[in-house]
């Protein structure tokens, strides 16, 4: 990439002590979050459920069709998540380190290529900035190290829209960005599939659009092998995929991109339930998402005329650019019905630094940000410091609170108590992917009468774990095979009685 230049014909306008300060908040929130990865346990369900899928594709080696159960293939998203989690698992082991250290990595990976390209166009103190905003968004700073699939997606889209800016704009390396825009589209096709390539084809043909850069659109980009190299890298698993398992095109394509969006009631979803929300909510998920940033955002947009006059007096478009790539998941997903609050991630890059221009024209300036908008900008990263600091350490303090989302407390109890007898451990009418992760997968759901009276039969000593508002849905001859053992957040423990009267190593342990 070029080398760094100042924004417009102005000097830095952080201080040597500023951007010093800037790269130590970073290096904070960072050791933070990496703190935070190690000492985390898996929680249910996303998480956990993404992690067990990656776990399975690790003990079957099968790196092709990803498991939701053992012989039961995972259609809702493509593999690259998985793949990313399963061979951090392969080099580290199977534990919370192995399955986030490569999410981090893209994390990590996506702001340094954002501060790269952002300091090639607009100077280092600019990028500076974007990205100290974005690392410290809330949804970002989660989705940075937490195993699921919005992390690998958002750095696909990312390289997508700087690719293009960059080919458009004739930067320097320009046709290797080009080929970027191409490889991106091949990610993002990987981490969730079609809806990632709408994501940054919306943001792009608005600007084209409004701009009228059709003719470089179609010049400056390498159409024909571009496109070859965007299939090269999604379609030969997505052929295998339904080779292997015939049905994943119908589900994924038609159900996960139609149906799941379209349909609040739609009951072909085969992995849980949807999330039906109120069309428009996806707006609240954004200002949620953004925090501490949210106000941040929105305080200079009462200044609209100074923002349009501002946007419009720019001869490379890169403000309208920003704004279309911010908006772009608000817009796509306003009308749906089954969405999550990570679905605004791929938008965020834009809206760091979207909002650095948005308080420079409403201050009448195109150039150095004023020093009290520096020491605005300086106060409210303060606060995400501060908040998230506070955050690790009521996680310290409050555990057991954490513990309540996983099954991990639980399952060392378990192991603790049956030693080296055999034993498996089940849950009554409802799964927990955090159980499976901590077993290796032995946990398993019972969700019948039948079920359960076939431990009586198996000459194991088994562990039964009950929602403690489901324990009334237990038949009434339960207590007399199984003895309590003990609460562990939302859940009992029992153990099944021997038939033996004589004292047993988990009596006496009990």
Known sequence: MQKCKNISTSSDWLSPTQRKVLWGFLAFIGLIRILIMFQMPMLDTTEARYAEIARKMVETSDWITPQFDYGVPFWGKPPLHTWVSAIGMELFGVNHFGARIFIFVAGCATLWMLYLWACAIKGRDYALVGIAILASTTLYYLASATVMTDMVMAAGVFLTMAGFYSAISQQKYARLWGYLFFVGLGIGMLAKGPVAVVLAALPIGLWVLLKNRWADTWNRLPWVEGTLLTCCIFLPWYVAAEIKTPGFFNYFIVGEHFHRFLDSGWEGDLYGNGHAEVRGTIWLFWFAAVLPWSFFFLAPL????????????????????????????????????????????????????????????????????SRGLIRFFMSTASVAAVFFLGAYVVFLVKAPLGMRKSQITLVEKVNDLRGEESGGIYYWQKRYYSAEFYTGGEAKTLETKEKLDALLENQQRDFIVVRKNRIERLPPEFPEHFRFVGTYGRDALYYEIPLSTEPTTLALKL
Do not use: K
């Open 302 to 369: 009462r200044w609209t005329g100074r923002l349009y006059r501002g946007v419009c007096s720019e001869q490379d478009g890169w403000t309208l650019y920003l704004l279309c790539w911010a908006l772009s998941p608000m817009l796509f997903f306003s009308m749906a019905t089954n969405i999550l609050a990570t679905y605004v991630i791929t938008g965020l890059p834009a809206m760091s630094f979207l909002v650095i221009n948005l308080w420079r024209y409403a201050r009448h300036s195109d150039a150095t940000p």
